[in-house]
């Protein structure tokens, strides 16, 4: 019996067409999945022209073209006969599926050809010129993944379908035989992650009566599924009060990390071999190496880079709601104080403000600090090299607006410890003082951090009051008692590897039977 997810991203270390976190847990489930020999499929679009990449040219960041890059990536993939889709609203469409499989385990990006303004609309992953777009986007890979489903995989040989996010969740309206064993996993808490569409809409293409006017995908999908799934414990309460009448039908599974995708090869081969308890001794080199290969990339991309004692790091996705102001903030007023490296990394949504704003700042700090380096072009492989070395991962999010995260997961399975703000999946692994470090608040209320600009200002005060206070302790800590550092790392590694195995996660989803 076949498994599936349906999702618009998956990070896939031989086809990088993803956007940030989801796309990289999709990619983790898929190479588990790929050992353990079942029937997995992922089903995705194929968006030719990728994301975003950006160059820093004359004091701005340029958007990038990635078309070159992954159509020599197109190439290596395996094609399929075209699958003909017909739809009510945009009549005939064209697909051509293009497959990488490891094993029983395949991905299908769902390659639009034809008609020519629909695959303008899917080139780019959460890239649409308007809303309408993005329901067009939605709709086509709905009914296309659903006709591929039936003639390429079959009704009868399907044991789950899980829709990652409400943006691919139409597909269940298409294959309304598959309700009982269809899920939505949700990944997001705050209202991007519930698009609207207007009912009518709804009732054209699929013969559905929701009701006239703008409704949430979620509230429609969530009335068809057989369960909807957060992804931390915090996240089903925020989920509980926003769709009350659906509390229900959901519960949560935390996210996990693949631990062979992520674990530093020191620490692979330190765990492997130590059937009867790891030294602080062997783990410290261990780490030692894993630093040091973090010290070459740092080199690699600013010359002259400043190594202290510490490197810290944040590295995320940079928007509003991660709070990145609140590392510059930290950095300008402790960077030149303390014997330190700030590693930050990531990039913004092409059109968010704020967040292309904050890259330029990062980017200021770079250039004016000899300890303090900004990555802009993120990745993959810059992200298994950050979070398995540095010191000390810093993980910012405002309360309530993080639905789990898996950051400080990669980290902690190599020794890793973070200092983190209370949210998410944090909540559930990280013991302050033991594995890791709590700042801040929990705020129990979901606060819209666009709107309540009054209590986000004071939270974030109290917040970085409390988050300056403890990361001048932890470098106390690291100088004069070296050893409880190391023991404080070696506990992250020992409970993450444990708390945070991407097949506890599949194993409760029921992908699999047994860890």
Known sequence: MAILSLTMEIALNEVPIYAGGLGVLEGDKFYAMSRKGLDYYVLTLFHRNG?????????????????????????????????????????EVR??????????????????????????????????????????KYIVFARSSAQYIRERIGISNIEYIDLQESNVSLAVLALRELRDKTRLVIHTPGPWGHPMIPGEIVEKEFEINVGGGFKRLT???????????????????????????????????????????????????????????????????????????LVSLLRSKKTGIKVGRAIIAWARRITRYKRPYLIERLVKELGRELDVTFVLAGKAHPRDGDGREMMLLFKKLHEEMDNVIYIHDYGLEEARTILSGADLLLFTPFPGWEACGTSYMKAGINGVPTLS???????????????????????????????????????????????????????????????????????????????????????????????
């Open 421 to 515: 703000s209370r949210d998410g999946g944090v909540l559930e692994t990280i013991i302050d003082r033991y594995n890791g470090w709590l700042f801040g608040s929990e705020v129990t209320q979901f606060i819209n951090i666009y709107e309540d600009t009054a209590s986000v200002s004071k939270i974030d005060e109290e917040d970085y009051r409390d988050l300056r206070k403890k990361l001048i302790k932890i470098l106390d800590v690291m100088e004069r008692d070296p050893d409880t550092y190391l023991e404080i790392s070696l506990n992250a590694l020992k409970s993450f590897r444990i708390s945070s195995n991407i097949y506890r996660a599949l194993e409760e989803y029921g992908y699999i039977r047994e860890v």
């Open 219 to 293: 509230d429609i999908v969530l009335g068809y599924v057989e369960k909807g799934y957060a992804v931390s414990r915090k996240h089903i309460e925020t989920l509980s009060r926003i769709f009350p009448q659906y509390h229900w039908k959901l519960s949560y599974v935390r996210n996990g990390v693949d631990l062979d995708r992520w674990s530093h090869r020191e620490i692979k081969s330190l765990v492997s071999r130590s059937q009867r308890g790891i030294g602080l001794e062997e783990f410290k080199r261990a780490r030692n190496a894993a630093r040091e290969d």
């Open 95 to 136: 697909i051509e599926p293009l497959v990488y499989e490891i094993g029983k385990a395949k991905a299908i990006y769902l390659k639009l050809v034809y008609p020519e303004n629909i695959a303008y609309i899917t080139r780019r992953l959460y890239i649409e010129d308007s809303p309408e777009q993005a329901i067009t």
């Open 51 to 91: 994301y975003v990449e950006y160059e820093y040219r004359n004091g701005s960041f340029i958007e990038k073209d990635q078309e070159p890059i992954i159509s020599q990536i197109e190439e290596r993939l395996k094609k399929e006969r075209e699958l003909i889709v017909v739809t009510k609203l945009y009549g």
